[in-house]
């Protein structure tokens, strides 16, 4: 834990922006359609965005399109000006960086490289592309680690000469508006985070 206050950082960047009237690019990498919905509400005054769906820790196929569906019709329905881009499913992704981590916890060594798996994609998505700022939707969760988060996207920005836009979006009240905002298109919330670990975590809990 260190004592920086990532919120604040984000509200140092949004405000020197404003400043000098730039509106910059931002490619946000999103986990699922609910924690995206208060991060594109809260960042669409200030950014270009567009949303790159890469999720190979998902358990299955269905349980991958469901989500990326659910952040379609989200940015259909809330009218958000997001662009949508949905990756692939490739497992075979998240298998080769989980093996020999398959007993850690939630919230291990295995998330933490799953974080990483996850904004590598982002990273190099946005570098090729030529945008300001990358970032994820991951920190809004109160089991995620935001200081890994934050370490994550400072490394992949120097990797990947971008810059990566800090963050804590549960600040704020960040998460209990994602909460609101899923009520209010109905939107699937899913009960376990994503891998097959996760979801017998779960299950363990509800016997
Ligand atoms: S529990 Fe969640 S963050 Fe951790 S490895 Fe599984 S899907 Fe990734």
Not at 94 to 100: E, L, W
Request: proline residues 3%.
């Amino acid at each position: 834990m260190n004592n920086r206050n990532y919120q604040r950082e984000l509200d140092f960047i949004i405000k020197e922006n404003t400043e000098r009237k730039v509106r910059p690019s931002l490619l946000l990498h999103v986990c699922c359609a609910p924690c995206s919905s208060y991060v594109q509400e809260y960042l669409q005054d200030y950014f270009d965005i567009t949303l790159l769906f890469y999720n190979p820790n998902m358990d299955s196929a269905g349980e991958y399109e469901h989500r990326s569906r659910e952040l379609e019709r989200l940015v259909a329905e809330a009218g958000y000006a997001s662009k949508v881009v949905i990756c692939g499913y490739d497992p075979e992704n998240f298998a080769d960086i989980s093996r020999g981590f398959e007993e850690e916890p939630e919230g291990g060594a295995r998330c933490r490289r799953c974080y990483e798996l996850r904004m590598r994609k982002a990273a190099e998505y946005a570098s090729a592309r030529g945008y300001d700022y990358f970032t994820t939707t991951l920190s809004i969760s109160p089991y995620k680690n935001a200081d890994w988060i934050n370490e994550i996207g400072e490394k992949l920005a120097v990797e990947y000469n971008i810059k990566h836009l800090t963050s804590d979006f549960k600040k704020r009240n960040g998460y209990k508006r994602s909460i609101e905002l899923s009520k209010e298109y109905n939107l699937y919330r899913q009960d376990y985070c994503g891998c097959r670990m996760s979801r017998k975590g779960r299950e363990g809990e509800m016997k």
